[in-house]
């Protein structure tokens, strides 16, 4: 599964990145570790944020 990270980011290495099927975030600096979210959840989050 790809991961994703904001554009905004550009080249840092200290990001929060998004499972491409929004099931789990990670940070980018553990990239073997991440947390499970509800789709739902991080759909309403993104709708949200992007006001």
Not at 11 to 19: D, I, P, W, Y
Request: glycine share 4%.
């Amino acid at each position: 599964m790809e991961w994703c990270k904001s554009c905004r980011s550009g080249n840092a290495s200290n990001c929060v990145e998004l499972r491409q099927d929004l099931s789990a975030v990670r940070d980018s600096k553990r990239p073997g570790v991440s947390l499970p979210v509800a789709r739902d959840a991080v759909r309403e989050l993104i709708t949200k944020l992007c006001r």
